[in-house]
């Protein structure tokens, strides 16, 4: 099951019920320490490319082709696709806590990979 993954803000208190926290941004959040952030893993290459997420510029208008382009990337970039398997593979032996930095908890990466994760898990075929 993909209940056992979860998205939060960066900047949200750890709990002790995150599990494994992965931070799934490209760049480091503003402002936040290492110590502070208690990240375990930084997964830098599952996140949208960079030319894709500057389009976005964090546009609500924007964000149903976001979804639909960065849902893409995450299916044909090699990468990308290495990335999500690792999440995948963490998920099956615990509690997986995403973390973004975006201000808007609807219009961020964070949901689309998320509902992608879910998606792969309730197929059970694989990524492809």
């Known amino acids: 099951m993909a209940s056992n993954i979860q998205i ?5 208190k750890s709990s ?5 926290r992965v931070l799934i ?3 480091w959040p503003r402002g936040m320490s290492k110590e502070k952030a208690r990240i375990d893993v930084w997964l830098k290459d599952v996140a949208p490319t960079p030319k894709l997420r500057k389009w976005f510029d964090h546009r609500p208008e924007r964000f149903e082709t976001f979804a639909a382009e960065y ?3 995450l299916k044909t970039c090699k990468v990308q696709i290495e990335a999500l398997e690792k999440l ?5 032996s615990g509690r997986l806590t995403l973390l973004y930095a975006a201000k808007d908890p609807i219009h961020n990466h964070a949901v689309v990979l998320l509902e992608t994760l879910q998606e792969v898990k309730g197929n059970h075929t694989g990524i492809e």
């Open 8 to 12: 939060k803000r960066v900047y949200e």
């Open 16 to 20: 002790v019920n995150d599990g494994k």
């Open 25 to 27: 941004d490209r760049l």
């Open 71 to 73: 849902k893409k990337e």
């Open 88 to 92: 995948l593979r963490w998920s099956e």
